[in-house]
């Protein structure tokens, strides 16, 4: 064999050879595929033009980070009668300073209907009060045999297990829609502590203030369930408006689910 001949066999020759493993050239050109995809989807989510909502949020915080310019023409009346930049409303300076916060409605309710439920729940409640009144003025001596004769003990644990029960749900719907504070310290549970606490303060109270018993309490709580949050405890469930709590409850009593 000649010098100039190789040998197929030695390792000079070997290492000219390509190292071709099978299925390489697939993965790399299927990375490459994805890497390619990704690019223009980055490409193509730069250039899409950005919707009316989107261009509407991003314009209101724009102007709710600035402040009032000069140029503003009601900021500049203002400035004439001698307002500061700063100070509070009014003659004295003690009204208020920051903008009223803005309050985005994302429910499909009319303007106006979560107030008018509040509205009607409060007048529902004073109501129920003033009947409670005229029972306990005129009717004393009759609302104490009744229940005398009605409240067994047995009835008696009942209606304080459907109260309790009914504050857990109270406390859970008003956390659900951002409410901080119960519309009556009793709407929702407390601990023992405060329960004593309780007490001793509406033992206190003005002998005219009417004392609610727990039976009171559960009707004037299950009212308010059925009239905001359109939820019955009996049934267990949070209907979808008044009219649906209407057509497939029972009724409002505990005595209407047996």
């Known amino acids: 064999m000649s010098d100039e001949e190789e040998d197929y066999m030695s390792d000079a020759f070997l290492s000219k050879i390509q190292d071709v493993k099978p299925g390489v050239s697939m993965v790399r050109r299927v990375k490459e595929a994805m890497r390619k995809e990704e690019l223009q989807k980055e490409k193509n989510l730069k250039n899409r033009q950005k919707s009316y909502k989107e261009q509407e949020k991003e314009s209101r915080e724009v102007a709710l980070q600035n402040s009032i310019s000069n140029e503003n023409k009601g900021f500049a009346l203002l400035q004439k009668m001698g307002y500061k930049a700063g100070q509070g409303l009014g003659k004295q300076g ?14 499909r309710g009319g303007i106006g209907m979560e107030e008018q439920r509040k509205r009607k729940a409060d007048e529902e409640l004073e109501n129920y009060r003033q009947k409670v009144r005229a029972k306990q003025q005129n009717e004393t001596k009759t609302l104490e045999d009744f229940r005398s004769r009605v409240r067994t003990e047995r009835e008696e644990r009942k209606i304080e297990a459907d109260l309790r029960r009914s504050q857990r749900s109270c406390e859970q719907l008003d956390s659900q829609k951002g409410i901080t504070t119960p519309r009556e310290d009793w709407y929702w549970p407390k601990g023992g502590a405060e329960e004593e606490e309780e007490k001793e303060e509406e033992e206190e109270e003005d002998e005219e203030e009417v004392e609610l018993t727990s039976f009171d309490k559960l009707q004037i709580l299950t009212s308010y369930l059925r009239g905001v949050h359109f939820y019955c405890l009996w049934c267990g469930t949070t209907y979808n408006d008044e009219d649906d709590l209407k057509s497939n409850c029972p009724g409002d009593t505990a005595a209407d689910h047996e």
């Not at 003690?94 to 429910?107: E, F, M």
């Open 94 to 107: 003690a009204g208020r300073v920051d903008p009223i916060p803005l309050n985005i409605k994302t429910d």
